[in-house]
């Protein structure tokens, strides 16, 4: 399996506070990535890396902002986080730009 | 518009019964199409790749083959530990697209 770690698990929040999700790889993968899960919906990107400091947005990533300053270390940010910002949070990773993804076990979060 | 779209939305089988799980897709030009498997409250697991028209693959009791319009996961004889959901995604030049997935229940 690929040693992707995500912190934390799950996590209750108040609209409005700042939120920090942690992926860390032990791969060495170029290429991390931040989907959101919706019932209803397919994962949905929010941002992706291509490298330390090199980040760019995905379909949905209002509201989200992200930072990348070690190879194995991707942060998302809800700067102020809102109830539609509840979701379940993976990040992925992999070695080339392609579909195959290797995803960490997903970290739940409630904005109440 | 590029879309994915999966069906049925749900599936139950007795063991040994044998189905297919659809992936039908409009892009503007296919790089590449991906099975996964994802367990409840889990990441999804990579499955398969398939890239062009008339490519099959094979793992276990899982086969996955692709046409121009859409993609088939074949499930022979499954078994109770078969039972997830299985996700589609292609993957028209940079962006990949997933699907809502069909969660399959096998019954012992």
């Known amino acids: 399996d690929a040693g992707i770690t995500q912190s934390p698990r799950h996590k209750v929040t108040e609209t409005g506070t700042p939120v920090t999700l942690r992926c860390h790889q032990t791969e060495n993968h170029r290429y991390m990535y931040w989907y959101r899960q919706d019932p209803g919906h397919g994962l949905r990107l929010i941002h992706y890396s291509y490298g330390v400091k090199d980040t760019d947005k995905g379909e949905v990533s209002d509201g989200y902002s992200v930072s990348r300053s070690k190879t194995e270390d991707f942060l998302l940010t809800l700067e102020s986080a809102t109830s539609s910002q509840t979701s379940v949070y993976f990040c992925a990773i992999s070695e080339q730009p392609t579909g195959e993804l290797f995803f960490g076990e997903g970290s739940r979060l409630t904005v109440l | 518009e590029d879309q994915v779209t999966q069906s049925p939305e749900a599936l139950r089988l007795q063991e040994g019964e044998s189905s297919s799980l659809n992936c039908s897709y409009t892009?503007?030009?296919?790089?590449?199409l991906f099975w996964y498997r994802q367990d409840p409250g889990k990441g999804p697991e990579f499955l398969f790749t398939l890239y062009s028209a008339g490519e099959e693959k094979e793992k276990e009791r899982l086969k996955a083959t692709l046409t121009k319009k859409e993609s088939f996961l074949h499930i022979t004889a499954p078994k109770p530990e078969d039972s997830a959901t299985y996700l589609c995604a292609v993957q028209p030049l940079d962006k990949l697209i997933f699907g809502t997935g069909t969660r399959l229940q096998v019954f012992p």
């Open positions: 892009v503007s030009g296919l790089r590449g």
